[in-house]
């Protein structure tokens, strides 16, 4: 049975919940095990592009997320280097989709995460991405592209893998170029053992790459096509955190689970700015063609737009804590909420500006 279809979708899904779980057992922060914009702002801080000194670390699993879907990739010869389509627009979008993702204080997966691990303020996360995904969805009913990609050479492919292998190599022998936050001063000073850390990304990318898993693809799907296949496994990862948080909790007695809105980890109460952030989020996501997991995926298959588009994200991430854009446990800031609002518009604008009418008719 070839792993796109349910079956294969709801165990990869499984699996991932799983892992995410047992990864915060094992040391990364609470309800955060794995969260795509939580570890590029890491990591952005770890580069010193930002000074925000509570999250800064070079996190392992993106780079195993990326080495696995190469590596994957290249043994199913599903490795295809390509791009050219609106690269810089890419970078836009991917730049605004980490500032709401900064807002609500987690990317979609995390977002589940926090639900499996008793966090009701991914309620609220949900309904937004939801809508966003529905705004989006709208522009591609209307025509809404970034045009055709291009085969390119196999250097450009190899870039982001070679990128994540440069960066695996700094860390494990010169780490003391790096920036790290210190134990205790900070998500960023929590995490597994590099090599735990590094072992989980690379299962998780192997098993994204081949699922396609993708939350914002996921919900597309059913409303375009009836499709529920991608979303069956983001459910099934939700099942599989949920499951393995509660035995851990029974085993431990440690209340690692805990139902509330209210003193939830690395997260605030603000419903309205929870929902806006991941609206932009969903909306940009559908207009990348991809949510942040996905981008990261496909740039370990060769797919230089979405490189380019986690180039974005780094810097929407470095931007988010030098002009303090992201949301604390105290809630948004005010500049935070200029910038949702600011990148809703932004990615409006080229939406609008690259979608067509049945006829071809530029709108």
């Known amino acids: 049975m070839k792993m796109n279809q349910r079956t294969g979708i709801l165990l990869a899904g499984l699996a991932i919940g799983v892992i995410a779980s047992l990864l915060v057992l094992l040391g990364n922060p609470s309800n955060m095990g794995f969260c795509i914009a939580c570890f590029l702002r890491d990591t952005a801080g770890a580069l010193g592009l ?30 295809k280097p390509r791009g050219g389509s609106s690269p810089m627009l890419r970078l836009i979008l991917g730049f605004f989709v980490m500032i709401g993702a900064l807002m609500f204080l987690g990317c979609p997966f995390r977002m589940i995460l926090r639900l499996a691990g008793g966090d009701l303020n991914a309620l609220t996360g949900i309904a937004g991405f939801a809508l966003g995904i529905l705004t989006g969805v709208l522009f591609l009913h209307r025509g809404y592209s970034l045009k055709r990609t291009y085969k390119l050479s196999m250097m450009e492919g190899l870039a982001m893998p070679l990128i994540q292998i440069a960066l695996l190599a700094v860390l494990l022998a010169a780490p003391g170029i790096l920036h790290f936050t210190e134990a205790g001063g900070g998500p960023g000073g929590k995490h597994a053992a590099i090599y735990v850390s590094l072992a989980a990304g690379l299962l998780v990318g192997a098993l994204s790459q081949r699922s396609r898993l993708c939350m914002a693809g996921g919900i597309r799907d059913a409303v375009l096509f009836r499709d529920t296949r991608l979303l069956s496994g983001f459910g099934a990862v939700l099942m599989g955190a949920l499951v393995t948080n509660l035995i851990i909790s029974l085993a431990t007695g440690t209340g690692y689970i805990h139902f509330s809105f209210s003193e939830q980890p690395i997260a605030h109460t603000d419903g309205l700015w929870n929902a806006l952030g991941m609206y ?35 810097l929407g991430a470095a931007c988010a804590h030098n002009f303090g854009l992201a949301s604390s446990a105290a809630g948004p800031t005010e500049n935070g909420k200029i910038a949702v609002v600011l990148g809703i518009i932004v990615t409006a604008v080229i939406g609008l500006c690259n979608t067509v009418n049945r006829k071809g008719a530029a709108k």
């Open 50 to 79: 930002h000074s925000a000194a509570a999250v800064q670390y070079v996190r392992p699993e993106l780079i195993g997320l990326v080495l696995g879907s190469f590596v994957l990739s290249c043994l199913t010869k599903e490795f």
């Open 280 to 314: 932009l989020v969903g909306f940009g996501s559908i207009l990348l063609g991809g949510c942040p997991l996905r981008q990261l995926i496909l740039a370990g298959e060769g797919n230089s737009d979405s490189a380019v588009t986690v180039v974005g994200m780094v």
